[in-house]
């Protein structure tokens, strides 16, 4: 059934005037009378009663009224659905985030302006370790992760830089160092050090390791916690110090004591991840919102 015989019967049913119909629609009355007989062919039923001056519904067509203005209607908002999902405008964007990267005032306001301008796209957060963010972009799980930077690159995954920070010093808000307007790293190598789990080759913890061993020296790691909060609450317990992105630096403030270090190369970067290639339009419009430059990363 053509979907062309269905707007023509429709609008011959509510004008019951083949001559207004055909008006109302743009084409000759012959033409219209012609596809409302082929349309009643195929179904093998009468639509109109033709009568001396005047056009009623049959029965069959009543019937056949109710059903084709829902079927219109539904076609017409599928292909306004189509129009919106080519826009980005409907949706789904599958979004990954370090927990330090929730922290960033970069990452939450993009997220607050996307929610603002696609309210009808709808946002599946996840929060992992930046290395199984990147896994999951693979797998096609996710659609854009918020990630520690370096970790291993590929033409599979492409990456973006959205800035860089210094790291700080947190410690218990009574510790003997708390009060220092800076310090070096080298003052921490008796310290005893929480820190979040180590990635392979790469991650902040890493970093943080290499920095250490470059002055000489290992950090006394006496507890690995799960996430970067938790190395914050561990510290303001008094069970050691630790070293965060200065974003981080606003968490238990009442209990932790943040100090900037000096003379160290250590930053924390962050940047944005996606799959190489084309992208959905709905993905595009949050990246057009993340601010961002290229990163020159070195590849794994």
């Known amino acids: 059934m053509d979907l062309r015989h269905l707007r023509y019967f429709v609008v011959t049913a509510e004008e019951l005037h083949f001559t207004r119909a055909a008006q109302r629609i743009g084409i000759a009355q012959p033409p219209l009378t012609y596809q409302i007989k082929m349309l009643e062919r195929e179904l093998g039923v009468r639509l109109f009663d033709r009568l001396p001056g005047n056009v009623r519904l049959t029965e069959a067509g009543s019937v ?79 659609d854009i992760a918020f990630v520690r930077l370096p970790i291993g690159m590929d033409e599979d995954v492409h990456f973006s830089l959205i800035s860089t920070e210094p790291m700080v010093v947190a410690l218990p808000r009574k510790h003997r160092l708390a009060r220092r307007k800076s310090l070096g790293l080298e003052q921490l190598k008796d310290e005893p050090f929480v820190l979040y789990p180590r990635a392979t080759r790469f991650g902040l913890s890493d970093m943080i390791v290499t920095a250490c061993e470059t002055l000489g ?38 209990d932790v004591r943040y100090v900037p270090l000096k003379e160290t190369d250590l930053r924390a970067t962050l940047g944005v991840a996606y799959r190489s290639g084309p992208l959905a339009p709905a993905v595009e419009n949050l990246l057009a919102l993340v601010p961002t430059e290229p990163y020159s990363g070195t590849p794994a």
Do not use: W
């Not at 302006?113 to 946002?123: F, G, H, N, S």
């Not at 799960?226 to 510290?235: A, D, E, F, Y």
């Open 64 to 142: 056949l009224l109710e059903d084709a203005r829902e079927i219109l209607d539904r076609v017409g908002k599928a292909a306004t659905r189509c129009r919106q999902s080519a826009q980005g405008l409907v949706g789904r964007v599958g979004v990954g985030f370090t927990e330090s990267a929730s922290f960033c005032t970069e990452v939450t306001t993009a997220l607050r302006r996307y929610r603002d301008r696609y309210p009808r796209v709808d946002i599946t957060l996840e929060e992992h370790r930046s290395v199984h963010l990147v896994q999951l972009l693979r797998q096609g799980r996710i």
């Open 217 to 254: 020296f290992s950090p006394r790691v006496v507890q690995h916690a799960p996430q970067i909060s938790s190395t914050i609450n561990l510290v303001a317990s008094s069970l050691g110090v630790t070293i965060v992105p200065a974003c981080m630096q606003h968490a238990r403030i009442d």
